[in-house]
């Protein structure tokens, strides 16, 4: 079956180093995969979306890779701050639609 | 502010009961989708419909039912309530209906039943 994984665990970093969050799926071939922040008590917000054919997509401080062969994708914030203190969430998507299938998310805590 | 506006925030209620969720898209998007947040099992797609026609369903329940307006709204109906149903209720919005596009989300519903 399709598995969506990210850290489970929190990723507490300093402030001004950079986080890298993880997404490793299985038994899937997206053709896009996107990254979501999302705030407790609030909707997740889009922040960047990825496509099969591009290996790195930045928007500020934010970096994005996808890997089809490791079918994992990394997301990267640099000189991080805490208000960057959220849970992450990706979505793999196919060809086929776009209702999102999330992984779990990786709650990261950024401390001054 | 994402634009697409959910009511009501809170909603308790007991077991056995209906309830309709209002969800109102972003301006000029067509599609709406709705999705359940519980603690333990994350973000679920549960349905989505694209200009008022049903275009993907997911995890819903026989019990739960969505409709979209003409104006674009859409309703998500919860009935016979269960305890496990307490969640939060999401609805999102995009223009189209490809996977390039991203999702805009409203901050929820909470659904609370005692």
Redesign the interface.
């Known amino acids: 079956s399709q598995k969506i994984e990210q850290n489970s665990e929190a990723l507490n970093i300093q402030e001004g180093k950079t986080a890298t969050l993880t997404c490793n799926y299985t038994n899937y071939s997206p053709?896009?995969l996107?990254w979501y922040r999302q705030d407790p008590?609030?909707?997740?917000?889009?922040l960047l979306?990825i496509?099969e054919n591009e290996k790195e997509k930045r928007k500020e401080r934010l970096k994005v890779t996808f890997d089809t062969t490791l079918k994992q994708s990394l997301f990267h914030i640099t000189a991080s701050q805490p208000a960057d203190s959220a849970t992450y969430?990706c979505a793999p998507?196919?060809?086929?639609?776009?209702?999102?299938?999330?992984?779990?998310?990786t709650r990261l805590m950024v401390k001054p | 502010d994402s634009g697409v506006t959910q009511t009501p925030k809170h909603l308790i209620t007991a077991t056995g009961q209906r309830v309709t969720l209002r969800c109102s898209p972003r301006s000029g998007d067509l599609s709406v989708y709705w999705y359940q947040q519980s603690l333990d099992q994350g973000l679920q797609f549960l349905i989505q419909y694209y200009n008022g026609e049903e275009r993907a369903k997911g995890n819903i329940l026989e019990r739960f039912s969505a409709q979209q307006f003409p104006d674009l709204h859409s309703e998500l109906n919860l009935s016979s309530l269960e305890l496990g149903d307490s969640a939060l209720y999401f609805c999102a919005s995009s223009t189209g209906t490809g996977p390039n596009q991203p999702q805009h989300f409203g901050d929820g519903t909470r659904l609370s039943i005692l």
């Open positions: 053709a896009y996107q008590g609030r909707g997740p917000v889009f979306l496509r969430l998507l196919n060809n086929a639609g776009n209702m999102l299938t999330f992984g779990g998310g």
